[in-house]
């Protein structure tokens, strides 16, 4: 069995018996490696105060879709997730591309996905985050770093996108504080990321 990447981050270890306020550990469930780069930078720029540690879940091995992966997976990390709050405070980020569909139609199938399996709806104040980029993740690192981008264009091959993705989580910290002014062009699937980083608040 693949273990899940463990990549430490620097709290204070809640007291014995007692479940911590803070976020402790967070696992990413993606579908690539700019997916888990993304949110992984985000998260240590963001809140490296608060996460013991970021666990990232084995990749697709490149066979089948990567959203089929993530939306097969989704119910189990979810049931897990659940599992895990009763001893210690964790949370969970699913990122998975939209590709040419609404974002809010890739959100219902992982909705549906949980319906099937059994599991009970994301709750409004669970630490649950669905994002889900339009048409995919270099959608929003070519927005974040000022690119421009549309959602229509598919940008997965344009030149020195690595090399832009920890800008691209530097401009996602701030663009997701409070009372942040969003810049116009900012395109929808990433303006709908925002309330759900906040489920990390």
């Not at 927005?143 to 530097?170: H, Q, S, W």
């Amino acid at each position: 069995m693949m273990r899940a990447a463990v990549f430490p981050l620097l709290s204070e270890s809640p007291e014995a018996g007692i479940v911590s306020s803070r976020i402790a550990e967070v696992v990413l469930l993606v579908e690539d490696a700019r997916q888990r780069d993304l949110v992984r930078h985000y998260l240590r720029r963001a809140h490296n105060s608060s996460y013991r540690n970021i666990r990232v879940r084995p990749l697709p091995s490149g066979r089948g879709s990567g959203e089929q992966y993530v939306r097969e997976k989704y119910p189990s990390e979810v049931k897990e997730y659940r599992t895990q709050m009763h001893r210690r405070r964790t949370a969970l980020v699913v990122a998975t591309d939209a590709d040419l569909r609404p974002a809010a139609q890739r959100e219902n199938e992982l909705a549906a996905a949980l319906e099937t399996t059994g599991e009970q709806p994301r709750g409004e104040t669970e630490a649950i985050v669905l994002l889900i980029p339009k048409r995919n993740v270099e959608t929003w690192i070519c927005c974040l770093t000022g690119e421009g981008a549309d959602e229509v264009t598919d940008y997965k091959n344009r030149r020195g996108i690595d090399g832009m993705i920890r800008p691209a989580a530097g401009a996602l910290y701030q663009w997701s504080r409070p009372r942040q002014v969003i810049p116009t062009d900012c395109v929808p699937s990433l303006q709908r990321a925002f309330p759900e980083l906040r489920r990390l608040a």
